[in-house]
């Protein structure tokens, strides 16, 4: 017999969240990361932590939550990749993410002339 876990009622696809907020410890001055990967509906990867820079505006706090998102995005890609699924090539990953302000910015055609995604 061969048993497997299915998740039922979710598209196969990886779907990340990022957050950030800002300067919470006033001794440290250091924003703090978050994020979380899905994969079918189940949380596979998450992580908090503080930043290793001092941000200068909560703008710029959730930049490089952003970032550290994108990296860990594409070590599950990666992951993903070595492991032997069904379908191939595996569809986009997403990444959701809520401040305009920073969808505005990586949006600019002139600040990032490489990215062609939509954030949400």
């Not at 090539?89 to 002139?110: E, F, G, M, R, T």
């Amino acid at each position: 017999m061969d048993y497997s876990l299915c998740y039922k009622g979710f598209p196969n696809m990886v779907e990340g969240y990022s957050d950030a907020n800002w300067i919470t410890d006033n001794e440290t001055v250091k924003s703090t990361s978050g994020y979380i990967f899905l994969l079918g509906g189940a949380a596979i990867l998450w992580g908090s932590k503080k930043q290793t820079i001092i941000s200068r505006s909560s703008m710029e706090s959730k930049l490089i939550a952003l970032d550290i998102t994108c990296t860990e995005a594409e070590w599950i890609k990666s992951l993903l990749m070595d492991m032997p699924l069904e379908k191939k090539p595996l569809p986009a990953l997403s990444i959701y993410y809520y401040c305009k302000a920073i969808i505005d910015l990586v949006n600019q055609s002139h600040t990032n002339r490489k990215m062609n995604t939509t954030y949400m």
